[in-house]
């Protein structure tokens, strides 16, 4: 999708399958958003989960947004601290905590006595505050103890840390296009004393001019439709919406395949539930990209991708990503994708 | 002053830092700690505006293990490692990162103190340490470290940075950078 031409075809694709879904799931959708007033729904986006969740599913999934049914959880900075030292100390200041499902270095925070983000442990960098679907998208790319690693839009940092956490004899180096977020990445990596980031206020569409990277986390700017239960999350999205970050999704797909090594893997990760910006765009790259492949993630959950929706063309391998729903694994709405560049 | 981070478009220079500013910090580490070898296994990088300020990095390595060092000419605007320094109108100000640094590869051995639970929960928000709230005290071992001192929790946990201040027989110490700026600083 390298022209105006290519990207109006796609958007053109994503108007079309709406069209199709509204006449499909109108009146049921309309019902939805009666129901439902305080999530400040659009229209298209009812119809949409109608259409990829079916009515039962899609009722659940909303029920659970509803009532913000999703987990609150901390990362433990394993470059300073053990999970079983945090959890004690947070313990003896009240807090109640549990085990990561997922995760072992994870802790679920069923009831903080002050806000977690606020005690002297999260200050002396024992821990931080993430997302408990967020926190797998590291963990899936499984990125090698040592090389380059690249996080295209690494935004305040959250998951460039973990990466150093998890390969802290990496080289990482870090981009965004928003200077005031990489300052706040610059404060939690002095903070947890992840020492091994160096982060560039550059558009991530232009990464390959650093070079090629033995891994590659992509968290894509999206819709942020998997973030419902909160109220910042709670606006209505069009399909026009969509398209556009479909669009801008696409294009940081192709910029990190280019500056992907041959063998190595990028990890397209979004807070989105929509098929369209995951399973539908990275069918887009695949078919436009021949040495690439999808890989399952070495993570221990997650549902498989959806391969049938509306009239759109989404490959079978799609079924490889990964998705969370607020329902089933009591977390934020978050879909995974691996991709291996073959040699 | 722990930091006033300028705008995108001032004008930078990036360079790895030259011998005399790696031998300052070296220096200053040596107030706190029996060596500087932590030095050896990172790069400095220093972010200079004019002769206004410069901001030293410490980053894990070499930096050409993360990016060709002619992007450097590129003037893209650059986080390279740990912010550990500022130094300003002749002044250094060593900043939290570098207590995180000391804590991950060295030991605080000297140059401290280790305050009580109290005078933590005020430290962290901000205030200076009253006399009576200072456990232990090791003095800072040389004149040119102006009266320092990492400032410990009972667990020998860095809380930040402070200096001594002398009234009388008593001893004071004024809060320069504590961990609370974390979220102080609204980033």
Redesign the interface.
Known sequence: MENIAAEAKVRDELLSSQERILSKWSSHAKEILARYPHLNLHLHQVARYLEAFGPDEALQMLEAFSKSAVMKSIRVNT??AKPEEVLERLQSKGFSLEKHPYIWYGLIVRNEPIPV??T?E????LYTVQGPASMLAVPALDPPKFG?ILDMCAGAGVKTTQLSQHS?TA???ALDIN??K??????N??????????????DAREAY???TFDAILLDAPCSGEGLLHLEKGRWPRSIEDIASRVQLQYQLLKAGVRALKPGGTLLYATCSVTVEENEYVISLLLEDEEKLVVEEPPIPAGLPGITSYSNLNILPDAAKCRRFLPHHHGTEGFTLCKIRKLP | MQDKEATVTTVRAVSICSRRIASLICKLTLCHADDCKWLDSYTLVCISRGEERTDVYALKGRLEEYIDPRILSYNYPLIPGVHVAIIAAGQVALLLGLLQILRLESKITKGYAVINRQAEKLFLYGRDVLPGSIVELSPPPYSECVDRVAVLSLEREPLGWGRLIRRGNRIYIQNLVDAGWYLRSGV
């Open positions: 470059i300073l983000g606020a002297h999260y200050m002396l960098g380059r802290p080289r990482i180096v200077w005031r990489l300052l706040a990445l610059k404060n990596a002095s903070r947890l004393a992840a020492t091994n980031i160096l982060a560039i206020h550059m001019t650093l070079g």
